[in-house]
Nanobody, 124 residues
Framework: QVRLVESGGGLVQAGDSLRLSCAAS????????MGWFRQTPGKEREFVAR????????LYTDSVKGRFTIARDNAKNTVYLQMNSLKPEDTAIYFC?????????????????WGQGTQVTVSS
């Protein structure tokens, strides 16, 4: 059974930092690209960042470029999202997801497995 478990969310002030983690089990982690998405009430899930299986290639949505960094540790079956200079508009539930395809996907429908999400709230 595949499980993705996010952690590290919380309530912070604007300008603060958080590091999200996503621990994977039940799959060969190093064969999957990993992504982070976020969702706010009434809106569709939004792509945030993606990292390929080796960690050599990353992709970010424009609104987080220069502030967020995605990384992975295949030995620990974990993907991270370092979030700096947080803004109130970053407030959302953050989800990690696994994609077995080598193609670069920013749409949620292409991802095979999902975590339950972790809440990030940024106060102004």
């Amino acid at each position: 059974q595949v499980r993705l478990v996010e952690s590290g969310g919380g309530l912070v002030q604007a300008g603060d930092s958080l590091r999200l983690s996503c621990a994977a089990s039940g799959l060969t982690f190093s064969r999957y690209a990993m992504g982070w998405f976020r969702q706010t009430p009434g809106k569709e899930r939004e792509f945030v960042a993606r990292i390929n299986w080796a960690g050599a290639s990353t992709l970010y949505t424009d609104s987080v470029k220069g502030r967020f960094t995605i990384a992975r540790d295949n030995a620990k079956n974990t993907v991270y999202l370092q979030m700096n200079s947080l803004k109130p508009e970053d407030t959302a539930i953050y989800f990690c997801a696994a994609d077995r395809s080598a193609a670069i996907h920013t749409t949620q429908g292409f991802y095979d497995y999902w975590g339950q999400g972790t809440q990030v709230t940024v106060s102004s």
